[in-house]
DNA sequence: TCACGCATGTAAATTGTTACATGATTGG
DNA sequence: CCAATCATGTAACAATTTACATGCGTGA
């Protein structure tokens, strides 16, 4: 269900049409919530059966139609009840720590390769998330920008500090993973040294 | 397809029932890898129609069976195969920090709630991660004891070296999500100052 | 005119969740 | 004998992934 509460948001913004919405799912939202635009499309009209969205159509060259989704009055007023719902926190399940359980059933070689991997995955994902706070920050976000000319100036501080606040939460996830995958390749020297020693 | 080396995993320990291993997926192995027993049961016959894992059954009270599962080696071969595969990291999925990143559609109420929710719910994680390390490395896990009788003395410090490692990667992400909830309901108090002034 | 981006989907398969369902065994 | 635990499932639904599929518009 959370799939839909992303685009609510991100309708919140601005109205957009699907492909838009998409590449929203690819770029600036896709870091913090991944969708494929084989989900968004049927998403969107379901949320326009129930009048969660509205979509009009726009003319898009000389002999065609696109259509832009709007956010309806009941759409932000579910977005709102959603924000205010308390979290249900789904069971874990992290496949990077459950195989690194088990290490010992692969030789160091492989388990350097997958803290290797880890360590760089996650540095990779710190570069993204920094540069969104950047232009967070800076104002520089379409989407930011966007948002904050519907919002009174007063506004703007605290709507710019919740999303460097989420985006630094990731931003600090991710370098506890990175940080967890260098002790790791540690812990596999100390191991090898034993093991020669 | 997770799930299915999880059961792996926790079968190289030892053969266990459908339900034990349900069990095993409550506790100690849930706290990395969750899924109920309706995914279980049809999962083991699966596995055991491609011989990844043999039922034998076993009497249970003067009229019923119980079917105990076993590794086999094409199950253990398996197994290892993964273990020395690249992992695929699936793109970010976070509804938490999503909806932080949205915290102006709420009011100041809520948004402590959450963050105390989360906070908390870290918390526990973190209780109950720290005691699966405690009983790792003082062996008293069962499924450890178990799994240590299986292998040669000098094997013992790297098999719970690594799953120490595993865990104490969870616990400190943990404590990365509560230091994060931390920052924000600072956050909250010094914007509710910032409007009171 | 051709490549690239914009636009919109369908289909099949997999995976996971939730709820329902049943019955035997064991220990107090 | 009764409650808790052990044992094993089915069914319906929801969510997600992957692959396939099509065609117009715009700018170089």
Redesign the pocket.
Known sequence: ????YAILAILTAAPL???????RFEGSVGHVW?????????E??RMEAESLVE?R??R?????????YYITAEGEEAFRTWMATPL?Y??W?DVAHMQAAYFEWTDPDSVRMHLQQHAQHYQDQIQQWSSQVQDIESHEHPMIAARLQRYPAEQHERIVAYKSFAYDGLIRLAQAEVDWANRGLQLLADLESEDAG
Do not use: F
């Open positions: 269900m959370s799939l839909r049409t699907g492909y838009e919405t998409a590449k991944h969708a494929p635009d084989s989900q968004i499309y049927p969107l009209r979509g159509e726009e898009w060259g000389p002999n065609s139609l696109k259509t832009r249900k789904a069971p399940r």
